[in-house]
T-cell receptor, first 114, second 112 residues
Framework: ETGVTQSPTHLIKTRGQQVTLRCSSQSGHNTVSWYQQALGQGPQFIFQYYREEENGRGNFPPRFSGLQFPNYSSELNVNALELDDSALYLC?????????????FGQGTRLTVV | SQQGEEDPQALSIQEGENATMNCSYKTSINNLQWYRQNSGRGLVHLILIRSNEREKHSGRLRVTLDTSKKSSSLLITASRAADTASYFCATARGGSARQLTFGSGTQLTVLP
């Protein structure tokens, strides 16, 4: 166990709906990143938050948005869900100090869009 | 888009044998990391090798890095059935070391 918790573990939504996924980072970690992992693929970087601000973004449209709270927990919001948004969404936290640090991943939220 | 590719995509070996997975990447990096994933669950960090290192060991794991060829390999010695999982390499670029770019993974099956 890494100390990074995500909720919910599974979710089914209808195309066009909106969804919010939640992540609690590991104690002492102030950076949170979100990844999307389609079936059979490696995770793809969505964005990263540091001190409540977006600090880097991957190739995802604006309907993917996020928040980070003062306690460093984070939310991922996806609007106007599409079938291709069905994936495992992973949250990872890491300490700021140093560049050569590992990321600690949660168990993920499995989102299915029907 | 993926940074690079793991090779092979799938590997099946007998318990006790060694397993070698390769990873290629495209851009300059600060470090390269290997992660393991069981059955679509969260990723577990295995080992990190910095761009100025050539080889690193951790238990039954041995990682090499060749920055001139933009490639890395992960060797698992004396494999066990519990090593069955997907293995991913991930690169971290300068200035954004916590934004990882993953390969497509190697599915390792260790037969008892």
């Amino acid at each position: 166990e890494t100390g990074v918790t995500q909720s919910p573990t599974h979710l089914i939504k209808t195309r066009g709906q909106q969804v919010t996924l939640r992540c609690s980072s590991q104690s002492g970690h102030n950076t949170v990143s979100w990844y999307q992992q389609a079936l059979g693929q490696g995770p793809q970087f969505i964005f990263q938050y540091y001190r409540e601000e977006e600090n880097g973004r991957g190739n995802f449209p604006p309907r993917f948005s996020g928040l980070q709270f003062p306690n460093y927990s984070s939310e991922l919001n996806v609007n106007a869900l599409e079938l291709d948004d069905s994936a495992l969404y992973l949250c990872a936290s890491s300490p700021l100090s140093g560049q050569n640090t590992e990321a600690f991943f949660g168990q993920g939220t499995r989102l299915t869009v029907v | 888009s993926q940074q690079g590719e793991e090779d092979p995509q799938a590997l099946s070996i007998q318990e006790g044998e060694n397993a070698t997975m390769n990873c290629s990447y495209k851009t300059s990096i600060n470090n390269l990391q290997w992660y393991r994933q069981n059955s679509g669950r969260g990723l577990v960090h295995l080992i990190l090798i910095r761009s100025n290192e050539r080889e690193k060991h951790s238990g039954r794991l041995r990682v090499t890095l060749d920055t001139s060829k933009k490639s890395s390999s992960l060797l698992i010695t004396a494999s066990r059935a519990a090593d069955t999982a997907s293995y991913f390499c991930a690169t971290a670029r300068g200035g954004s070391a916590r934004q990882l770019t993953f390969g497509s993974g190697t599915q390792l099956t260790v037969l008892p």
